[in-house]
């Protein structure tokens, strides 16, 4: 059963991803979490979605190369046991805090074969600790070494692992060594939403290639009519500004609407 003082309720997004609200004094453990785990680690500086300028920010590092690869972490929150968080949290925090902050920051795993309590999608410290535990596994180890290798560029950012280098061959050795981690780490991979190394991938509905990033096609319609059909100015500025962080050009055509 779960607490009563952990999560008010809770819905499907889609098949497999569940929301949960906390109660209001779960978002100010939340917080207190965050500020307490921040003062004893640091996290990559290649984990871009715990820093400033997010997924974009996350694609221009690789543009400079002429290959490019992406790997999705399937059930990349509920991949994290209170066990393995506990474990991950053990090198920060005496055992019977590190076992309190997993025990306030975990819930009921929707599934019912998988371990019994997992990281939610809806707390605040849910990224910061699914980080940690990333961090700390064969897999965020593996992707340490990458980051130090120079002919190499890497990027992380939630649940997508993005490796780009100016040599195909070289990047196909590091990926398959990065599968090999995230099999020992007992962390899945959606192959669906990983891109094998091309010149060209899409992630984020973004196309990445040599020195060039452009929002793709489907989604760049979709702003369009959006933009085009919108009484709203705050939202109208909202979608220029997004486009002008990916491409000139497109920003162009946009206001050209």
């Not at 607490?3 to 109660?23: C, M, R």
């Not at 192959?191 to 509905?205: D, E, G």
Request: with cysteine.
């Amino acid at each position: 059963m779960h607490s009563p003082l952990s999560w008010t309720e809770k819905y499907q997004i889609k098949s497999g991803k569940w929301i949960y609200v906390p109660t209001i004094q779960a978002k100010f453990n939340g917080r207190v979490i965050i500020e307490k785990v921040k003062s004893e680690w640091t996290p990559p500086d290649f984990y871009y979605h715990l820093q400033k300028g997010g997924h974009v920010k996350a694609l221009k590092e690789h543009t400079k190369n002429n290959y490019f690869t992406s790997l999705d972490l399937s059930d990349f929150f509920g991949s994290m046991s209170r066990t393995r968080l506990t474990r991950a949290l053990k090198s920060l925090f005496e055992y019977d805090e590190a076992r309190t902050i997993a025990k306030s920051s975990t819930v009921p795993h929707w599934k019912e074969n998988a371990h019994s309590h997992s990281i939610p999608y809806g707390f605040s410290q849910s990224p910061i600790l699914a980080s940690i535990c990333l961090e700390k596994s064969t897999l965020g180890i593996a992707l340490n070494e990458c980051h130090l290798d120079n002919n190499l560029t890497i990027t992380v950012y939630m649940d997508d692992i993005i490796l780009s280098s100016t040599h195909e061959f070289y990047l196909n050795g590091w990926l398959d060594y990065i599968k090999e981690a995230a099999t020992k780490s007992k962390l899945s991979l959606n192959l669906k939403k990983s891109n094998p190394v091309a010149n060209k991938i899409q992630v984020f509905n973004i196309e990445l290639s040599h020195k060039k990033l452009q929002v793709n096609n489907k989604r760049f319609e979709e702003f369009k009519k959006v933009y085009t059909e919108s009484l709203s100015e705050h939202q109208r500025y909202g979608i220029s500004g997004y486009i002008s962080t990916v491409n000139s050009m497109q920003l162009l055509e946009l206001s050209n609407l």
